[in-house]
């Protein structure tokens, strides 16, 4: 066992890791004003925007990953302008992977901070303002310390759902080893060449990861509620 553990190629977790890592760090900054107007908003577009911004978690990922393909290869606006201005090529490249990531974790970055936000004591938010606190002030300094769950419980999902992405990653970035081989399509190529005994190994390191990543945020809104409940 200790043999096949070491001759495992561990660079499709490392990627699919740093995948995760930027994804999560753009969508935070992307949905934190997003989840923000969203919780605050007395707009009858609401619903409109909330449901755009879910639509990624119905949708299959084939359709999802194939309009992304078909917005980010060079054919398309979008695609043709950051290669021909930037250089940067969008399709089949670990760039176009982060930027299709971000739009496939959108909801699961949004919806936790939207619910936390929302949850607020609105008396708290009112003596921000009446204090004389900005919008951003009150968000960072009042809003954030407050919803402390809901913050960790979207970072943690979001990066644990952008690591078990497959459908829309293999379909924009394809697999190559070193770039765009992430854990997920590496399990898929190994089951095709029927090396049940890699793709076991991979497989349960996945699965590992899973439950660790699930069971510390159960863990941590745990200790929450019974440290708030002890509290009153």
Partial sequence: MIELLSDINYQPFWLSFKLATSTTAILFVISLPLAWYLSQTKSKLKPLFEAVTALPIVLPPSVLGFYLLWALSTNSPVGAFFEETFGIKLVFSFTG???????????????????????????????????GKSRLETLIRVALP?????????????FA????????????????????????????????????????????????????????????????????????
């Avoid at 990531?101 to 607020?120: D, I, R």
């Avoid at 407050?146 to 979001?158: G, Q, R, Y």
């Fill in 97 to 131: 992977l982060v930027v299709a990531s971000c739009f496939y974790s959108l909801p699961f970055m949004v919806q936790p901070l939207q619910s936390g936000l929302e949850g607020l004591n609105k008396h708290m938010l009112e003596a921000a303002y009446i204090s």
């Fill in 161 to 232: 759902h952008t690591v078990g992405e497959f459908g829309v990653v293999l379909m924009v970035g394809g697999s190559i080893p070193g770039e765009t081989k992430v854990a997920s399509v590496a399990i898929y190529e190994m089951v095709e060449v029927m090396d049940y005994t890699t793709a076991h190994i991979y497989s349960a390191i996945m699965v590992l990861i899973s439950f660790l990543v699930l069971f510390a945020v159960y863990l941590f809104n745990h200790r929450q509620n019974r440290k708030f409940g002890g509290a009153s």
């Fill in 146 to 158: 407050n919803i402390k769950p809901a913050l960790l419980t979207a970072v943690i999902v979001t």
